[in-house]
C-alpha cells in the first residue's frame, strides 16, 4: 500500500463542474504539496499545506491532519484544467517528499 | 528571471552506458531535488542537495549519484543503464534547505529512454 494515496485515478468533467480530488495519507507529515502537471512533464505548484485551507482562484485546497486527509477542488472547471494533479506529502522532520500516482482530469467543452 | 532548467530533455542511451543529466535552480535557490517519474507513475524521491552535499536520499541504488557546484547547479549521474531505468528525471528547486514551508519549482524534466 502506497503511503499516499490519491482518488479518483481518472476523472472526466463537462466544463463548468465542481472537481474534488482526494489525498489520504498514512505517514506524519509536516505539510503537503498539491501539483499540477501537464503532458511532456512540466510539473508546477499549487498549494502548500499545513493546516486549514488556501485558495487561489478557481482552486481550494484544505487538509485535515487528524483525519490525514486533503482535498483539491477546482471550481467552474475549465478545459485548460485538463492535466494530471499529485499530491506530495512532505515527512515530517525531514526533506523527503511522497508522491501520490496522480489523478488524471479532462475537462471537455 | 529563469525558473528552474535542466538538460538535455531527451536522450536516448545504451544498456550499460553512464547519463549525466544536468540542473539549474531558480535564481535564489539552494537546495536541489531529484526525482524519477515512471510512465504512469508519480515522482519517486532520489536524493537532495544543499551545500554541495547529499542530504537525504531515497531508495536508489548507488548507481545513481549527484553532485552540486558552488552556483547551486547539480548533476545527475546514473552508470550502468538498465531499461528499467528509463523515465522522466525531474529536478526541483526551494530556498532555505528545502521544501519545508516553501513552494518548491520543477524543471521540465529530463526523458531518458534506454534501449
Known amino acids: 500500500k502506497n503511503e499516499v494515496e490519491q482518488s479518483p485515478q481518472n476523472l472526466t468533467a463537462q466544463e463548468g463542474e465542481f472537481i474534488t480530488i482526494n489525498c489520504s495519507y498514512s505517514v506524519g507529515i509536516s505539510a503537503l504539496h498539491w501539483l499540477q502537471q501537464h503532458p511532456g512533464g512540466g510539473i508546477v505548484s499549487l498549494f502548500m499545506l499545513s493546516s486549514g485551507k488556501k485558495k487561489h482562484g478557481r482552486l481550494i485546497a484544505t487538509i485535515n491532519i487528524q483525519e490525514k486527509h486533503s482535498s483539491l477542488h477546482i471550481t467552474a472547471s475549465h478545459p485548460r484544467d485538463s492535466a494530471v494533479y499529485i499530491c506530495?506529502?512532505?515527512?515530517?522532520?525531514?526533506?523527503?517528499?511522497?508522491f501520490g500516482t496522480g489523478t488524471r482530469l479532462q475537462v471537455f467543452p | 528571471d529563469a525558473g528552474v532548467t535542466q538538460s538535455p530533455t531527451h536522450l536516448i542511451k545504451t544498456r550499460g552506458q553512464q547519463v549525466t543529466l544536468r540542473c539549474s535552480p531558480k535564481s535564489g535557490h539552494d537546495t536541489v531535488s531529484w526525482y524519477q517519474q515512471a510512465l504512469g507513475q508519480g515522482p519517486q524521491f532520489i536524493f537532495q542537495?544543499?551545500?554541495?552535499?547529499?542530504?537525504q536520499r531515497g531508495n536508489f541504488p548507488d548507481r545513481f549519484s549527484g553532485h552540486q557546484f558552488p552556483n547551486y547547479s547539480s548533476e545527475l549521474n546514473v552508470n550502468a543503464l538498465l531499461l528499467g531505468d528509463s523515465a522522466l528525471y525531474l529536478c526541483a528547486s526551494s530556498p532555505d534547505r528545502g521544501p519545508a514551508g516553501n513552494t518548491i519549482y520543477f524543471g521540465e524534466g529530463s526523458w531518458l529512454t534506454v534501449v
Open positions: 542537495y544543499y551545500e554541495e552535499e547529499e542530504r
Open positions: 506530495a506529502a512532505l515527512l515530517h522532520n525531514t526533506d523527503k517528499l511522497i
